[in-house]
């Protein structure tokens, strides 16, 4: 399978610990986007990557969030001092490019609970 | 700004029935749309998408047509299946790089 990777699926923490999350995109994609995604909503945009420059970030994405993208293949996705509003689950796509009806393809995201 | 509104489910239909969810949106320029669907623990998969105004997008039995006159882009189905259960995104990517998605509607489709 060479879809969107991601790791771990699902990752249970306590109130304050650090977590990260890892994503492989496809691997001639360039574009690569973190969404977050809560129960019975819709993914939200937080972050996106052109190679390793990261050229976008919402303003949901907090200072005690951190996203990285090294070597413009794999990226990291930090939460430091996790609260329990920041369980959800966290989605990363990736897109050869950005025109007009391009596609972004989703991993199975990785499942945030904070207790 | 941009935005999209989809109808609210959960929608429950009988195997067979016509499906139809709706879905508009806001925009600023000549965006593209999409309906991805979710199955249970997964994460989100294209089911179509359509780039310009009167474009129809298809896939596996399922419709929908950009309309700029109306700024919609309703997703239908002539039969469903229960197989075709699962939560389905309508989204929107403006002349840049971040997708707008709905809230989702939950479909089940019962024997």
């Known amino acids: 399978d060479t879809g969107v990777s991601q790791d771990p699926r699902h990752k249970i923490t306590k109130r304050g610990q650090n977590v990260t999350f890892r994503c492989d995109p496809i691997?001639?994609?360039?574009?690569l986007y973190w969404y977050r995604q809560t129960l019975g909503q819709g993914p939200e945009f937080l972050t996106y990557?052109?190679?390793?420059?990261?050229?976008?970030k919402s303003r949901l994405l907090s200072d005690r969030f951190s996203a990285e993208r090294p070597k413009g293949s794999f990226s990291t996705l930090e939460i430091q001092r996790t609260e329990q509003g920041d369980s959800a689950m966290y989605l990363c796509?990736?897109?050869?490019?950005?025109?007009?009806?391009?596609?972004?393809?989703f991993g199975e995201g990785s499942w945030l609970t904070v207790v | 700004g941009n935005s999209v509104t989809q109808m609210e489910g959960p929608v429950t239909l009988s195997e067979e029935a016509f499906l139809t969810i709706n879905c508009t949106y806001t925009?600023?320029?000549?965006?593209?749309l999409f309906w991805y669907v979710q199955y249970p623990g997964e994460g989100l998969q294209l089911l179509l998408k359509?780039?310009?105004?009167?474009d129809k997008g298809s896939n596996k039995g399922f419709e929908a047509t950009y309309r700029k006159e109306t700024t919609s882009f309703h997703l239908e189905k002539g039969s469903v299946q229960v197989s075709d259960s699962a939560v389905y995104f309508c989204a929107l990517l403006p002349t840049g790089n971040q997708f707008y998605f709905g809230t989702g509607t939950s479909l089940t489709v019962i024997p």
């Open positions: 359509a780039t310009k105004a009167d």
């Open positions: 796509a990736s897109s050869p490019r950005t025109s007009p009806g391009n596609t972004i393809y």
């Open positions: 691997s001639e994609h360039n574009r």
């Open positions: 925009a600023t320029g000549y965006p593209s």
């Open positions: 990557f052109q190679n390793e420059a990261q050229l976008e």
